[in-house]
């Protein structure tokens, strides 16, 4: 294979998992606007209906390590075919459930673990194998799957709630899965499998002579439980804000089609944010590029806390810029620092392990959120847990020694 082939090639594995991920993450944060209607189908409280989110996200994150050690002993083959036909049929699931613990082992259980079967883990492995020292750039062009399917799929769960209710939604997405086994099947899995045969040996992280790390010794190094840290802490801010956005706007006075396309269109902020953080990190390194992203989200959460006051678009189009382009921008950069600390043979598991951090934070920020607004009835105290929470991520960096260099 001539290296043109090969590029080409790797171009098509990045469209690929770009794909996987804007389907899969945008139908995660598409839950933001079924949260009212189902909220109202059955009477619940907030804090009940964001359970099923907080259980995908938990689930997410739980399944990350055994979706990491699957893609290590079985390929990306077995992953992603395992992840579509769980999503489909539990997305079939929950356009039929009555009852809350339905949802939560529809859409919380099996969907989480389907979502990470098409997510973060498999593809930032298998795009390791193709881009070798241009990982980050290649991470933050999949990482910006995520702003796409925000912008594609929150306006179009709404507009399919409007004409057939979010049962109907929720039935159309999951036969939308299900079509997409067929071509996913049919792809050349033993050459996307293979990876670039012009990365130098150093860079192909599946088959290098590793250093002998293994998940116990990876867990007694201070760099885990910093990027551990930084996930979870960070995913606690986001994610106790990110499930409620589209009910807070409406609450403040915005119509709901025009808030789930306000908060759409943070997909293309994110589109410049990832791409954006990552040429900073090679203009002015890698610690001041995540420090400046974290100031961008902490204006971001300041500038939503001042719509209740002043619902008006300036704030609104800030908020959206500031904290929209800044959701997983540090995920490229904390996962290429990750694969370059931990590489080797066992990369998947040890790399899965640590992006439990944020499946984890991500399921225990929203179930706080929502417990937050049932006590108080207002936002106040979840912003204010959710700004602590992002500060408190951002602290790694300030102090761990493997992260500052």
């Not at 979502?115 to 999949?142: D, E, Q, T």
């Not at 306006?155 to 079509?179: N, S, V």
């Not at 996930?231 to 009910?247: C, D, E, K, L, Y």
Request: aromatic share 14%; glycine share 12%; hydrophobic share 50%.
């Amino acid at each position: 294979m001539d290296l043109k082939s090969s590029q080409r090639i790797g171009l098509s594995v990045l469209s690929l998992s770009f794909t996987f991920a804007l389907f899969g993450r945008g139908l995660q944060e598409s839950f933001s606007v079924f949260l009212l209607p189902i909220s109202q189908s059955f009477g619940w409280d907030r804090s009940e209906v964001v359970s099923i989110y907080s259980l995908t996200a938990l689930c997410v994150g739980l399944s990350s390590p055994l979706i990491g050690r699957l893609f290590d002993r079985s390929g990306p083959r077995t992953v992603f075919v395992v992840g579509l036909s769980v999503l489909g049929l539990s997305l079939l699931a929950a356009a039929y459930a009555q009852h809350l613990w339905q949802f939560q082992l529809a859409l919380g259980a099996c969907f989480g673990f389907a979502v990470a079967c098409i997510g973060n883990v498999p593809n930032a492995l298998l795009l390791g194998r193709w881009f070798g020292k241009r990982l980050p750039l290649a991470m933050s062009v999949f990482y910006s799957a995520t702003g796409a399917g925000v912008l594609v799929m929150l306006p179009l769960a709404q507009l399919l709630i409007d004409r057939i209710e979010w049962r109907g939604a929720y039935r159309t997405f999951g036969m939308i899965a299900l079509a997409l086994l067929v071509p996913t099947i049919l792809l050349p899995w033993r050459k996307i499998s293979a990876g670039s045969p012009h990365l130098d040996k150093s860079e192909k992280h599946d088959d290098i002579i590793d250093e002998g790390w293994t998940l116990v010794g990876a867990m007694r190094h201070h760099a885990f439980w910093a990027l551990f840290g930084t996930f979870f802490f960070t995913a606690i801010g986001m994610f106790a804000i990110t499930p409620q956005v589209v009910a807070y706007l409406v609450d403040v006075g915005f119509p709901p089609l025009q808030a789930a396309t306000a908060w759409g269109f943070s997909g293309i902020a994110l589109l410049f944010g990832m791409i954006g953080v990552s040429w900073l990190d090679g203009v002015i390194g890698r610690r001041p590029s995540i420090l400046f992203s974290y100031s961008m989200s902490i204006l971001g959460i300041v500038m939503l806390w001042l719509l209740q006051w002043y619902p008006n678009y300036a704030l609104l189009t800030g908020f959206v810029v500031c904290f929209g382009s800044m959701i997983g921008s540090r995920g490229p950069l904390l996962s290429a620092t990750a694969m370059k600390i931990f590489r080797g043979k066992r990369m998947g598991t040890i790399y899965g392990t640590i992006t439990f951090g944020s499946g984890l934070g991500a399921a225990l920020g929203s179930w706080t959120g929502g417990l937050l607004h049932d006590w108080t009835q207002s936002y106040n105290a979840l912003l204010a847990f959710a700004l602590i929470s992002v500060v408190i991520g951002m602290i790694p960096f300030l102090v761990v020694p493997a992260l500052r260099r």
